[in-house]
């Protein structure tokens, strides 16, 4: 992880957008992004087609990080939710998700089951119990960076989350997320106290509690990850509405033609005939 350590320590924000399975990971690695973000919002709503309240397991993220890391190289930030438990628990999920390959290990102090940031009626753990999963995290882990969220701002207040951040800093985290700040004067403030002591990630939600600014604005007061987690399949949702409604009322795709792949674009995308001809090359003995 020596080259994403050098890539946050550097001048300028990595953007990472939100993606939930290999196909979307393909997607964002030929667009030319550094990173990419594995949502567990988006795993529940394209998985399970249910909303981000703590119903997808360990195993289900763990499989998903597996196919994602079969099909790319990208370097994946992995939304690890509470740990799926304690300390133990926690311990066993870095095992699980660096198997799987994922390159920062995303850990938050909301209780079980935990909900969206954006959500109202999050609950916390304190932050002894947080600390103590961060530090088992980071004893744990073999190579990847460890990130601890806060989502304090919503329930204890914006002084009580920045303490926690400070807690959770000293307990080891590699990365601080302060989740959904209300105004940038409270992104600012968070800049102005951690910005050089450790890479800041800054979640930007469309339609959630945080004012939504660009990747320039956010690098400029000191963010250093910025993730888009859930817009991919907002945007996609709202398409395959569209697309739907066509389908239904027209009988043929044929109006959605120019909003859509061929099967000859799909798969030179997916690079079928680089794969069919290395095939051949082992039938030939």
């Known amino acids: 992880m020596q080259g994403l350590k050098a890539r946050l320590a550097g001048d300028s924000a990595l ?11 393909a997607l964002a690695e030929e667009a030319g ?9 988006s795993i529940a709503y394209t998985l399970l087609g249910r909303p981000d309240i703590g119903l997808v397991s360990m195993t289900e993220v ?15 930030i992995i939304d690890a939710d509470t740990g799926f438990g304690n300390a133990l628990n ?13 390159s920062v290990i995303q850990l938050e102090d909301q209780s079980f089951p935990k909900r969206c940031g954006h959500l109202k009626d999050k609950s916390l753990i304190s932050a002894q119990e947080m600390a103590g999963k961060i530090k088992a995290a980071v004893d744990t882990r073999d190579r990847a960076l460890i990130m601890a969220r806060t989502d304090a701002i919503a329930v204890e207040g914006f002084e009580a989350a920045v303490e926690r951040a400070e807690r959770y800093l000293e307990a080891g985290a590699d990365i601080l997320f302060i989740e959904a700040p ?3 004067a409270q992104m600012d403030a968070i800049c102005a106290r951690f910005a050089g002591r ?13 004012p939504l600014a660009s990747t320039a604005e956010l690098s400029a007061i000191g963010y250093r990850i910025v ?11 709202f398409a395959t509405r569209d697309y739907f409604a066509s389908l239904k009322q027209h009988g043929t795709t044929e109006p959605f033609r120019n909003r859509m792949f061929d099967f000859q674009g799909l798969n030179a995308m997916l690079g079928t005939d680089a794969m069919l001809a290395r095939g051949k ?4 003995g």
Do not use: C, H, W
Not at 90 to 99: C, H, P
Not at 198 to 209: D, I, Q
Not at 281 to 284: C, D, H, L, R
């Open 15 to 25: 953007l990472a957008p939100g993606i939930y399975d290999a196909l979307s990971a």
């Open 90 to 102: 926690t311990e066993r999920t870095v095992r699980v998700f660096e198997r799987a390959g994922a």
């Open 281 to 284: 090359q082992y039938e030939a």
């Open 182 to 184: 209300e105004s940038r």
């Open 62 to 76: 763990a499989d998903v990080m597996a196919r994602i890391r079969e099909r790319v190289a990208l370097p994946v």
């Open 33 to 41: 992004f550094e990173a990419a973000y594995l949502s567990g919002a």
């Open 198 to 210: 450790a890479p800041l990630l800054a979640n930007m939600v469309e339609g959630g509690k945080t």
């Open 227 to 237: 993730i888009f987690p859930g817009g991919l399949v907002r945007a996609l949702s």
